[in-house]
């Protein structure tokens, strides 16, 4: 059984950064393509940046390009979110998905297995 989980949330001032973190267990193979979501109270789930291992493609919202990164480890069953000059527009609960379906990567619809979630608050 696929798990997903995430970490490395938590609690910093504007324009400080933070580094999430998404482990995807129960595989039996590697090259997993994983994405970030974030959800704010009150927003739809909205897709945050995207790795797809195989093709080495990656993909961001507008609003984080230049500031987040994401990278996977060398056994592809670790996705990071790296994130600079963190904004408070940026506070939510961050989801982390493995296994697209084929669809858009930005549309939480597209992905298959989900993570609990790892809160990100950013303080003005």
């Known amino acids: 059984q696929v798990q997903v989980v995430e970490s490395g949330g938590g609690l910093v001032q504007a324009g400080e950064s933070l580094r999430l973190t998404c482990t995807v267990s129960g595989l039996t193979f590697a090259n997993v393509a994983m994405g970030w979501f974030r959800q704010a109270p009150g927003k739809e789930r909205e897709g945050v940046a995207s790795?797809?291992?195989?093709?080495?493609?990656?993909n961001y919202a507008d609003s984080v390009k230049g500031r987040f990164t994401i990278s996977q480890g060398n056994t592809k069953n670790t996705a990071y979110l790296n994130m600079i000059n963190l904004k408070p527009d940026d506070t939510a609960m961050y989801y982390c998905a493995a296994f697209p379906n084929g669809g858009l990567w930005s549309a939480p619809t597209s992905w298959t297995d989900w993570g609990q979630g790892t809160q990100v608050t950013v303080s003005s």
């Open positions: 790795i797809y291992s195989h093709h080495g493609i990656t």
